[in-house]
């Protein structure tokens, strides 16, 4: 009789522990904080199809600003072009180069004339060949002078300007003679930026 008193007691134990888990409608233990930390952790390091995306991403927002800024230095939207195009220095810089009339700005279709038209006469005359080639270099020659003649001039060059108004270090700093030798050297309608002054003469302050 004892025996079935202490059966019973422990059917209904088990009976009353089991409910609890029923009631919540989970069907399954409560997980421990353990497991369920484990479960939000995610890899430190990006898989490979991850890096992907985000390299094509990259470059996508490259080429965004990349438009973005050519469009600008077309349009002359100063606000939107790159930052060293910004430069103060720099845009004195166009600006005095866009004023003058630069021999070294049409050498480039000039040579080019020349030489097939050299190739040409060749056949025919080697000697008006040689004197187109002569005159090539002469033309070269004079383009040379002529820009560092807008560089070195004592008294209206460049470089005294950009000294006279932003000192020697901002002008060494920002390459000032490789950019203004480098855009001497284009046609003035092809320049980018873009010249702020529709003809030549507007002189910067």
Known sequence: MTWNLFSKKKKTEGAQTAAPEKASGKGRPTPKRRDAQKGDLRPLVPTQAERKARRKEEKQRLRE???????????G???HMPR????PIRIYVRDYVDARWNIAEFFVPVAL???ILALILMMVSPLV??????IMY???????VDLILMWWAPKNGLRTRLITKYGEG??????????????ALQLRRWRLPKPRAAKRGQWPK
């Open 170 to 183: 901002a002008m060494k700093s920002a390459r000032c003679a490789s950019y203004a030798c480098s855009r």
């Open 84 to 87: 060293a195009e910004r430069l």
């Open 129 to 134: 060949s040689n004197i187109l080639t002569i």
């Open 113 to 115: 004339g020349i030489m």
């Open 77 to 79: 939207d100063l606000a």
């Open 138 to 144: 002469v033309y070269l020659i004079a383009a040379v």
């Open 65 to 75: 600003r990349q438009d973005r800024e050519y469009e600008a230095m077309e349009t």
